[in-house]
């Protein structure tokens, strides 16, 4: 009997989840475009590399900065509809901890990545070889302090603040991050964190959002949460690879 290797195993997996992706509908689009605009802020220079791009809902907003953009993809179904939607770019069909390239890029972002893969602190350190110098690498995850977490457990619905619940499974996530775990990988990467924020104060679940709130009411709370960061719904890092700059320093 002919049985799968762990990287088969892993493609399949993707595909299964991109056959019913939610990040391009509802709030999850709503957040993964205010995304972009936090993301926008610390972007410089003139190269993206994409990990993770999906439905393309971040990818359609990079376009139209004009940069050079290489996005990676792990579902083949992803890859064909991003390229049909944007040909002037190249998209690339491979695991993230499979894809080499010989490219540099100024900016490196992975939007819902890190929470997915078996090793984040394992691909923070493989991806970092992929920067400039100064290049930066800009992430967000979903936070489990956020306070409809907060809320499900007091509620009974989840034991502690980082289970996984209905969304995460659906999504294929692997672990949820609380801020102290999600600095952790990255200093366990090597890299050097300039930024931590969060984005998004989020109550009530998803679905109870997308019952009753305006999108005005959606972009006030995404503000919001960057007051917050501890407790938001979405938390991020602006990070550089410090020992690099070194090693570029000191070749010069």
Known sequence: MKTSKPKDSELIHLESIAQDSWYGRG????????????????????????????????????????????????????????????????????????????????????????EHVKDPADLLKKIKKFLNKNGRIISAVPNARSIHRQAAV?????????????????????????????????????????????????PVSNQQIEASWTPEMLKTFMRIGERYPDIAAEIYIVATDKTGDQRADQRM
């Not at 475009?33 to 003139?46: A, K, L, N, P, Q």
């Not at 502690?160 to 990988?185: A, C, I, Q």
């Open 27 to 114: 709030a999850s689009k709503a957040m993964v475009d205010y995304s972009f605009e936090v993301f926008s802020r610390y972007m410089s220079g003139e190269s993206i590399l994409e990990l993770g791009p999906a439905e393309g809902i971040m990818t359609a907003h990079l376009v139209k900065l004009g940069k050079r953009l290489v996005i990676v993809e792990g579902a083949k179904k992803f890859c064909k509809e991003l390229q049909q939607r944007f040909p002037g770019i190249r998209v690339v069909h491979s695991l993230f901890e499979e894809f080499s390239t010989s490219e540099r890029f100024d900016n490196i972002l992975l939007g819902h990545v890190l």
């Open 154 to 202: 007091d509620l009974g619905l989840l034991q502690f603040e980082e289970e996984m619940n209905e969304m995460d499974f659906h999504h294929g996530h692997r672990r949820v991050f609380n801020p102290e775990t999600f600095r952790r990988v990255f200093l366990q990467s090597g890299l050097h964190i300039q930024i931590f924020g969060g984005y998004w104060l989020k």
